[in-house]
């Protein structure tokens, strides 16, 4: 069958860096997309990797190992406003995409 | 209208009606794709369509219906509501229903409640 694996909730300080990882199991793999979900409101697009490696945007990176069936999405000078859910997604060999449970980052200050 | 809508924003269904939630899209997008979202399961298939006409069925159809008559318009029934089918709806749309860098842009969601 096909899994997404992350973990349920992290808790993180402002100010600080947090990795939130993926781990996948899917029928075929055409990249990973990592999507922001503030509560009560639409999931929204952050990072796409297909090949291994990072990709940087802003205070945004995203991993990726295909040989590992791994990504981490790192989060840098985290602000209060990162408090959202992080959803990654395998898009599999018919091109669905396949999503995880979500990880529910909390930041104190 | 910028985007995806859906509606209603959210309802209230006695079990055994039926019910059709709305979706639309100015993008002219070709695939579109309905999920229902439950707490600690993350987002799951529904129903999808490649392009106006066409419709497939995803991981978890039974109980729903769609139709694609037109490129914009994707609506979802439920023929006779039950209580395991409360959840949050999300449409989403994509320019094609293929490749990679194919990111889904989702509408604002439908809060159902079945009693």
């Known amino acids: 069958g096909q899994n997404i694996d992350q973990p349920t909730e992290m808790t993180a300080t402002e100010g600080a860096i947090v990795q939130i990882n993926c781990t996948y199991q899917?029928?075929?793999?055409?990249?990973l997309f990592w999507y922001q979900q503030h509560a009560g409101e639409a999931p929204t697009f952050l990072s796409y990797n297909v090949l291994d490696g990072l990709e940087e945007k802003g205070r945004f990176s995203s991993f990726l190992s295909r040989s590992k069936g791994y990504s981490y999405l790192l989060l840098k000078e985290l602000q209060m406003k990162d408090s959202a859910s992080y959803l990654c997604?395998?898009?599999?060999?018919?091109?669905?995409?396949?999503w995880g449970a979500g990880t529910k980052l909390i930041i104190k200050p | 209208i910028a985007g995806i809508t859906q509606a209603p924003t959210s309802q209230i269904l006695a079990a055994g009606r039926r019910m059709t939630l709305r979706c639309t899209q100015d993008?002219?997008?070709?695939?579109m794709y309905w999920y229902r979202q439950d707490l600690g399961l993350g987002l799951r298939l529904i129903h999808y369509s490649n392009t106006a006409g066409t419709t497939g069925k995803g991981e978890v159809p039974d109980g729903y219906s769609v139709s694609r008559a037109n490129t914009d318009d994707f609506p979802l029934t439920l023929a006779s509501a039950v209580p395991s089918q409360t959840s949050v709806y999300f449409c989403?749309?994509?320019?094609?229903?293929?490749?990679?860098?194919?990111?889904?842009?989702f509408g604002p969601g439908t809060r159902l409640t079945v009693l």
């Open positions: 993008m002219r997008h070709n695939a």
């Open positions: 997604g395998v898009m599999d060999s018919n091109y669905q995409l396949i």
């Open positions: 989403a749309s994509t320019p094609r229903a293929s490749g990679g860098h194919n990111e889904q842009f």
């Open positions: 899917t029928s075929g793999f055409n990249g």
